[in-house]
Antibody
Framework: EVQLVESGGDLVQPGGSLRLSCAASGFIISTYEMNWVRQAPGKGLDWVSYISSSGSTIYYADSVTGRFTISRDNAKNSLYLQMHSLRVEDTAVYYC????????????????WGHGTTVTVSS | QSVLTQPPSASGTPGQRVTISCSGSSSNIGSYFIYWYQQLPGTAPKLLIYSNDQRPSGVPDRFSGSKSGTSASLAISGLRSEDEADYYCAAWDHSLSGWVFGGGTKLTVL
């Protein structure tokens, strides 16, 4: 079964740090681009970061640039999000999402999502 | 404020057809595919439509997508109670170098 499982969410004080992990199973993560997407309580989906299959191309939302770092360990079939200088407004459920291939004129978008891990930033 | 614009709510009675709109710009919907996600209460988002109008296996053909210029829409026909969920549109944006989402539309089945 194709699956993504996030972990590492916790309650942290403003200014603190946290590292989220996303373990993939049922597929080889090294061939896929990956994303982190978050959802604040009662709010909509908010894209956070993207990493190419090789890790050579990385993008961040303006709101997290300079504070968050996305990385991947293809040998461990895992994706990570290192978060520093956390703010109250970073409180959210964080999802990792696989970005499906583009082939034969179609692209599959973020086609597999994990269940999410909760990050709460509060004093 | 979201880059893509969706109505915050929509509703219909069982069996009806409802549509949800999504408006963007030339840097996102106008240049790239649109995707639709369904989020049932308390669950992770699920891909509903990819590449404007394609359904993943397992998604009923009651769900259909379309795109024209910088706008897109999701149609749900034969509305059922289990369709009650939040629906999000998404597209890549080359100006922002990232994915952008609509604010979400809460669908209520009356």
């Amino acid at each position: 079964e194709v699956q993504l499982v996030e972990s590492g969410g916790d309650l942290v004080q403003p200014g603190g740090s946290l590292r989220l992990s996303c373990a993939a199973s049922g597929f080889i993560i090294s061939t896929y681009e990956m994303n982190w997407v978050r959802q604040a309580p009662g709010k909509g989906l908010d894209w956070v970061s993207y990493i190419s299959s090789s890790g050579s191309t990385i993008y961040y939302a303006d709101s997290v640039t300079g504070r968050f770092t996305i990385s991947r360990d293809n040998a461990k079939n895992s994706l990570y999000l290192q978060m520093h200088s956390l703010r109250v407004e970073d409180t959210a459920v964080y999802y990792c999402a696989r970005q499906g291939y583009c082939t034969n004129g179609v692209c599959y978008g973020m086609d597999v999502w994990g269940h999410g891990t909760t990050v709460t930033v509060s004093s | 404020q979201s880059v893509l614009t969706q109505p915050p709510s929509a509703s219909g009675t069982p069996g009806q057809r409802v549509t949800i709109s999504c408006s963007g710009s030339s840097s996102n919907i106008g240049s790239y595919f649109i995707y639709w996600y369904q989020q049932l209460p308390g669950t992770a988002p699920k891909l509903l439509i990819y590449s404007n109008d394609q359904r993943p296996s397992g998604v009923p053909d009651r769900f259909s997508g379309s795109k024209s210029g910088t706008s897109a829409s999701l149609a749900i026909s034969g509305l059922r109670s289990e369709d009650e969920a939040d629906y999000y549109c998404a597209a890549w944006d080359h100006s922002l170098s990232g994915w952008v989402f609509g604010g979400g539309t809460k669908l209520t089945v009356l």
